[in-house]
């Protein structure tokens, strides 16, 4: 009788637990089931609820969690700060007051030189140019940089109230905002000189990296269908640099000669034995006329 009754509990014992391991998969699946119905429908019905997980993905970096290509962020500097080739006789080709008219076609002509450059947009130009065009810069090599909103050193350095940091932060908010590009590259028009110490200091805390440059093309001072000049200008002065390794950084601007200039002007620069590289708001050289290494 005792094995009898003893033989009863152990068999209700295990009954009694394989209903609990029964219950519990059953538990499991309904609440699996239930959070990818949930996750579904957060992904499908509202546009919101996407942009709230991919911030969350971007904020808990604990998490590893990784964003798609797409909804990544641009930036126009590369993580390793970049500098000139070691060895190499090296120019970065840059240009200003952008983005024009021309844009897209100083572009395919660089694409097709491999010739990256630095583009300096001014901010009441903006209509010009568009998203994808700035997001094909950016894959295809090229970097943007600000260059003022008015351009007018009327207002960007005169004594009272200049505008030239106000102007430079609006900027680099406004483009971010049309583009998604965030960039802390600037050219002062005209040239640092005209900044004074304070506004110097001012551009460091704001966290912009500012070029000028040692070539002048002069293109602005020539019309229309005088590319013959902007070459022989350029020309000019690189012969000035024969024999020296120091960087040359070229001003352009966005013009019809200087575009038309422009294969001539590669071509010249290559013969020489110089190699094509983009001017980056972290570059190590720091090519400037206040001679600030920190600037």
Known sequence: MRQNRSSKTTQNNKSSKFKWLIAIVLSTLVLTIG????????????ASSKELLVLKAEAVSVQHWK????????????????????GKKVVYLTFDDGPSIHLKQFLEVLEKEKAPASF????????NGDKETYQRMIDSGF??????YTHNPKKLYRKKDPT???????????FERISGIRTNLIRAPYGSTYLTNT????????????????IDSNDWRYSPGNSGAVYQNVLSQVNAYEGSNEPLVILFHERKNTLDALPRVI????DK??????????ETLHQNFKKDPNL
Request: charged share 20%; proline share 6%; hydrophobic share 35%.
């Open 199 to 214: 506004q110097v200091e001012q551009t460091k805390q704001n966290g912009f990296r500012l070029v000028d440059w040692n």
């Open 273 to 282: 034995g110089y190699v094509f590289q983009a001017y980056h708001e972290n």
């Open 143 to 148: 970097v943007i940089g600000l260059h003022s």
């Open 120 to 127: 300096f947009f001014v901010g009441n130009e903006f209509a």
């Open 267 to 270: 071509k010249m620069l290559r």
């Open 35 to 46: 959070g990818l119905v949930l996750t579904n429908n957060l992904f499908t019905n509202s």
């Open 164 to 174: 030239f940091i106000s102007e430079m932060s609006r900027e680099r908010d406004d």
């Open 67 to 86: 964003v798609p290509a797409k909804q990544q962020s641009i930036s126009s500097a590369p993580k390793d700060p970049p500098g000139p080739a070691a």
